[in-house]
């Protein structure tokens, strides 16, 4: 009989992020009162499960978020560097609609090519190192289940490569919305199944 494992891969909570900007890698953005609610909420959601390890991204915002579910089973929040946000150029500029980082001419080079893209990590090696993070994740816990705290374009990269969809998207269409489990379903070494919901959402 084939054993099954599941891999629930976690979006982290809303950030703390007065000043507008993509933050990306950098230091020092937590979570914010709502967001540390979300993970709350997230934790809750997987409490009683068969969980075996709770593995985040080294950033602030995902240890944070990863602390409740960890805390709920009596597990350490272990680390693992293939689970961080994706490197983008943009990373400390305001990017939202009518700021200055898209507007200025200087730019307009970084956003020459979508499919790669141009201005950040290439969709193939966060494809890469999200599917060794759940690789090494479910050798960890074969027959049970664990948990992966990552970030929006590494999770949705990571959903499109394993079920054989192109890795460039409009951003606009993922579905990865905040503290959301997108649940991965293994026999043995074969994906069966995707799940996804968000326990907390509005």
């Avoid at 540390?36 to 950033?59: K, M, N, T, W, Y």
């Avoid at 915002?61 to 961080?84: F, S």
């Avoid at 939202?96 to 956003?111: H, S």
Wanted: proline share 7%.
């Amino acid at each position: 009989m084939a054993e099954q494992t599941r891999v629930h891969v976690i979006r982290h909570g809303e950030v703390y992020n007065p000043g507008g900007v993509l933050y990306g890698r950098l230091p020092g953005f937590h979570l914010s009162e709502k967001g540390r609610s979300q993970a709350d909420v997230v934790a809750e959601a997987l409490a009683g499960r068969d969980i075996a390890a709770v593995i985040a991204s080294p950033l602030q915002r995902a240890q944070e978020t990863a602390g409740p579910i960890a805390a709920k089973h009596g597990l350490p929040v272990d680390t693992d560097p293939d689970l961080i946000e994706s490197a983008n150029f943009f990373e400390g500029r305001r990017v939202g609609p009518g700021d200055g980082a898209w507007r200025d001419p200087r730019f307009w080079w970084r956003l020459r090519d979508p499919f790669t893209p141009s201005w950040g990590e290439p969709y193939k090696e966060i494809a890469a190192r999200m599917t060794s993070a759940v690789d090494k994740a479910r050798a960890r816990a074969a027959g049970q289940e664990v948990v992966c705290v990552s970030h929006q374009l590494p999770v949705w990269t990571l959903r499109l490569h394993l079920t054989g969809k192109r890795l460039w998207h409009d951003p606009r269409r993922r579905e990865c919305g905040l503290c959301s489990v997108t649940t991965l379903v293994y026999e043995d070494d074969r994906l069966v199944d995707v799940e996804y919901r968000e326990p907390a959402a509005p």
